[in-house]
């Protein structure tokens, strides 16, 4: 008997005299013998928890994490602080363990919570409809497609080149299923030129602030989408929104974007949240679980799901995605996150990061050999573009115990040596002082040196 | 107890202006006009308006919310479908080991290799699992699993200069089969099932043509049933060209039993929340690992997890991260999935290893049969009956249509009444071609105790319906909140506070 199930062998006798068969096997005649295994899985004897806790350990062991490094790496995830309450919240059984609440009756917690995390969204994006989470970010952006598609049933997307570069490719990934054309618009200075927009253009696609760190003017790009008969949509960093103009304020029709820095951990790369807020026009056309305020037989408040028409397991082939479980739990802990920080704690904390992105950027770009890649407003992250191999600056920088950020050659070859460098508010002034002793140190040891081919 | 005047408050309704639970860390950098850093006409007008609470009210409201929810490690929980087996208590601490939580998911490959080599393991065990060579564990849940496997179903056949129209789904298939099919740029049509709850052969035949890119079947079914005909199901399918998908919400019925890969399935999806322990968490998160076969392999998402061998001897094989992939379908999802969720289902993996796995499926196959029969023992079947007589796999599916016309109680009515007695409803209305629907999967970690009081809380309402069905049709009546005003909330929705 396995440590998670419970029947012994004398309930098992007793089970199987209840059933009326004389073995196990009998249970699985329906199963044809050619399609049978014949051997056992090679999978190993299975282990006690505690080998099974010291493996686990081990592996994590050979993982350099932000614990390890002084890291300065974002691009789409951010090592920020998650208050202490947020785990101890989100790791009770009754947030933890229950199904997506389709009995109401016995889940007005979780349904609760999905109401509160659609209000702090809607707060944080200006938009009046936020569902109660999408996967993540990236994918996030290919489902504000497909809403565009379904509105408008046009034949393009005009997508930044400041989007990130996984949600563009997410997006090109759905876009050739649909028939649908991707159009990438390029960065002029740091932020996106859109080109001409013709009258089949489906959605205009923007981040804010951009891969590259920059603020775009969102108003002027929602009002060219507008014009051409287009959505406008914007990828959306959550925390800087709390100082930026919202999508709502600047005419954006659909804000969605990567939850975790909203309480959640890095963990690779998930699970976090997606958020997806839009206007009231396109609610009816949202994708996934929306939580509803109603009341109950005897007049007591109560939430739901609602607006379930939508949905795939009432709509089927029509439903407007095919979300089943999206990330419930991760929204609860940007809710949580989002409550701790409060109205006034949230903007003092981006102003923070704010700040100290300013210090930094100043101090980095002062370096010889090291330079701004564009030099518009910025709030936690920036790019800079060294004179020097960066994989190589960045491995002397690892000698330091630094980690400077992220290499944007793969994804923008254009910048072969261009770095992305995040300040999270975990990153202090000494924190800094000490990015700038290695990279300044770590891009003069790996200059060419003028008039000598190397 | 002292109870709330009113324990529906939301966290924004208890917000006071001063209050606060977050103090900054310390400016230590030279302080700038933010103005300089940021004009005002980049900058909104207000401030989000977040809730003003200190931390012990945060700490109050969720603990309060909290006891608002039923949950698995409170009580049985048989819904169908869903797997909700226990979620072992180890996963969580060992997923919270800062090299595991705190992972930059652009750290270099090198200094990643414990994740690195966790994925491939994880990969190489869900292969095995899944009688395919080839994982990707990149979807970040069943439906993008599904959306994944009709787009390498697509890139396949374009591949070889086929543009075909249709997907097949049977009548019993979950909504995200044809929803995915829809938004994976094809046509749904649907197949019957027979008079035993298979799919009918010969509409299959009849339906499967040069147009149908992919049979998309979850076997054991929605019903419960292990489809006795899937090796001519799978000769009809792939004598037409099309591709065998192989919806894994159900896998939990066959582990080391029998492998979809063996019966011919090109594409597999893995559910890691419903078979690998993964906690729902009210909605997510999950994962949707897909398990391929070698002529889909091509065109897998980017990246993959790869093991590179040593060039010298001794030295220790290099994981890493391919992105050079010039047939793949291109990226589902950021980064490389949900690595948290892998830590957990390869632990559990790890923990049972193939005995375990194997006896896992045949418990929960042994719980799902003995619960059928304790309640045909309690005499429910009259009103209850089973929808096809057939020894079941994990789960069963009971009609209450004659509940419904005998003792005038609906299985909504059935379901709510359940919740009185502190039990989680199976799955209702679904599978769509039961009337009056109930789908019961007990799960393998439930003990038979637990089963037994299930079969006489049944039998329990049914009688208590003979006598007065208004009991019922008004239940719940010791719930957080009683039934609920759907149909009003969809059509004046409020989705959010008002402020």
Redesign the interface.
Known sequence: ???????TDA??S???A????SS?E???????A????SR????????S?QE??E?????????????DEV?F?G???Y?HYV?A?V????????????????????????L?????Y???I???T?L???N??V?????AVAAAG?VAKHTNRRKRFVVSRGV?P??R??L???A????MEVVEAPLNQGTTELPELTDDVSAVIVQQPNFLGA?EDLETIAKAAHEAGGLAVAACDPLP??????PG?SGIDVAVG?GQSLGN???????S?GFFAATEAL?RRMPG??????????G?????L????R?????????T??????????A?AG??Y????????????V??M???T??ARERLTALDGVFGLHDR?V?REFALELDAPVQRV?ARCREHGV?PG?PLG?DYPEHENGLLVAIT?RR???D?DRLVDALSAAVAAEKPVVGVTR | MIREADDTLTIFERSKPGRRAFSPPELDVPERPLDELLSPELRRAEAPRLPEVSEPEIVRHYNRLSKRNFDLDTGFYPLGSCTMKHNPKLHERIAALPGHARLHPLQDPHQAQGALELMWRLQEALGEIAGLPHVSLQPSAGSQGELAGVLLTRAYQEDRGERRTKVLTPDTAHGTNPATVTMGGYEVVKVRSDTEGNVDLDDLRAKADEDVACLMLTNPSTLGLFETGIEEIERIVHGVGATLYYDGANLNAIMGICRPGDMGFDIVHFNLHKSFTQPHGGGGPGAGPIAVSERIEPYLPRPQVVRREASTNGAEPFYELDHDRPKSIGRLRGFQGNYGVFVRSYAYICSLGAPGLREASETAVLNANYLLARLRREGVMEYVPVAYERLCMHEFVLSGEPMRRELHIKTLDLAKRLLDHGVHPPTVYFPLIVEEALMVEPTETETKETLDRFAEVVAEILKEAREDPEVARHAPYTTPARRLDEAGAARRPIVRQAM
């Open positions: 008997m396995t440590r998670y199930t419970s029947v309930d098992r007793e089970m199987l209840t059933i009326g068969v196990i009998e249970l699985f005649a329906d199963i044809p050619g399609v049978r295994l056992p899985l090679s999978l190993g004897q299975g282990s928890e099974v806790f493996e686990f350990r081990a592996l994590a062991a050979r993982n350099t994490s932000a614990e890291s790496l691009g789409g995830m090592d208050p309450l785990d101890s919240i989100i790791l009770r059984s009754e947030f933890l363990t229950p199904y997506t609440p389709y009995q109401p009756e016995i889940s007005q917690g979780g609760q919570a999905m109401f509160e659609q209000t702090a809607s707060e944080l200006g009046p409809v936020s109660a989470s996967y993540e970010g990236p994918s497909y990130h996984h949600a490719e997410c090109r990934t759905m050739g299923a649909w028939d603020v929104l709390a100082l930026l103009k919202t304020e990567e951990r890095l963990d690779f790369g998930g699970p949240f609610m679980r929306i939580a509803g305020e109603t009341k109950d037989v005897d007591k408040r109560g939430f739901v609602t607006l379930q028409t949905e795939q397991h009432i709509r089927r082939e029509k439903a995605s095919n979300i089943c479980t999206a990330q419930a739990l991760n609860l809710v949580i989002l409550s701790w920080l409060g109205r006034r704690g949230v903007v003092e904390l102003e923070l704010l700040q100290r300013a210090y407003p709030v960045i980690n992220y793969r508010e202090t002034r000494a800094i």
